[in-house]
């Protein structure tokens, strides 16, 4: 039985999402992708989007992003995204689509296309609407759906597409099917690892992609040293250096001085430089500048005060009342 935490799914499926959000609309509604100019820049409103939800008591969310994209047609968008992910079906789930819709919708006068992913696993479990009638007057949404377990019957064809969201994909339904059997998820997990040096894609998305498969398919520290001799050998063989690079040799030596606190370090470092360029991007927008000495704030803040002031700016007449804290004399 694997001796670690629970698998884990919403941090790798969020890095996945951000990095490589058109070709994840491509793989899961490709309707909507062919109206997406993807020549135009595209935007995650990450502090719009928490403005909407920081006081929702509706469940945990586990993927949740609000999107700025640019139609073909040269009409500016907003597309929110959830990914729901855990292994239990939500009664309210689509009650809670249809509030998020509303909210965005109310806060900032904005159209909104809502899409869900539902990687639980009840195949019959598919809620894509919600409304209510009251005398007459109608009141609903309808959104696109798309079902993980839609895709296991396909999982040897998903190997052999070329959207990394196919990896994905395959990778969630094999950490699914191979909870309890750690030889069945190694077998499973080397196979994925092999498939990304065989795609010829470049040194980023290779790294990019085995940290979310690595993420979603833990492994006892016995098979797991196991899997990176493998790795070193394929590497050694096809005389490159991907996953086994002198950053990824650094990860494989903290396996045992322990690789969950390496991990959640490292996601720590990362969510909190994410939340420090949307508060420079806020206050760009919002102001028009950056100055030096905010800048230098930003750089030198703590998670804390990252948080209170992407809450200030929604608000905030100033930059200079963006930073003001809750102990702050006034």
């Not at 941090?11 to 997406?36: G, Q, T």
């Not at 249809?98 to 992913?117: C, G, K």
């Not at 990176?228 to 990860?251: A, P």
Request: proline share 4%; aromatic share 12%.
């Amino acid at each position: 039985m694997n001796e670690f935490a629970p698998d884990e799914y919403d941090s790798p499926w969020k890095e996945a999402v951000e990095r490589y959000f058109p070709e994840f609309m491509a793989f899961y509604f490709p309707d909507a992708a062919n109206l997406i100019d993807w020549n135009q820049a595209y935007t995650f409103l990450d502090q719009e989007l928490r403005a909407v939800v920081r006081d929702a008591t509706l469940g945990k969310r586990f993927v949740d992003k609000l999107v700025q994209v640019m139609l073909l047609d040269g009409v500016e968008q907003w597309v929110y995204i959830h990914v729901e992910v855990q292994g239990s079906k939500q009664a309210r789930f689509a009650k809670r689509m249809f509030t998020y819709n509303y909210r965005i919708f109310d806060r900032y006068d904005r159209p909104v296309a809502s899409l869900a992913v539902l990687a639980d696993e009840h195949p019959g479990w598919k809620p894509d609407c919600f409304g209510y009638s009251v005398l007459g007057s109608e009141t609903s949404i309808r959104f696109p759906v798309a079902k993980i377990t839609d895709y296991h019957d396909r999982l040897e064809a998903l190997l052999t597409e070329h959207n990394p969201f196919a990896i994905v994909t395959a990778a969630h339904i094999l950490t699914q099917q191979t909870r309890g059997d750690d030889r069945f998820r190694f077998q499973a997990k080397w196979r994925l690892i092999r498939l990304l040096y065989e795609r010829g894609w470049d040194k980023q998305r290779v790294i990019d992609l085995f940290q979310v498969i690595d993420w979603m398919m833990r492994l006892p520290k016995e098979l797991e040293r196991q899997l990176w001799h493998n790795i070193h050998e394929l590497e050694e063989h096809g005389k490159m250096q991907y996953i086994s690079s002198v950053e990824r040799i650094g990860l494989e030596k903290g396996l045992e001085k322990g690789l969950e606190k390496g991990l959640e370090k490292g996601m720590e470092k990362g969510k909190l430089e994410a939340e420090q360029n949307t508060l420079r991007r806020q206050i760009s927008r919002r102001f028009k500048t950056l100055p030096a000495w905010a800048d230098e704030r930003i750089a030198q803040a703590g998670q804390s005060e990252l948080e209170q002031w992407l809450d200030n700016i929604i608000d905030a007449p100033t930059i200079e009342a963006v930073f003001e804290t809750d102990n702050s004399t006034h």
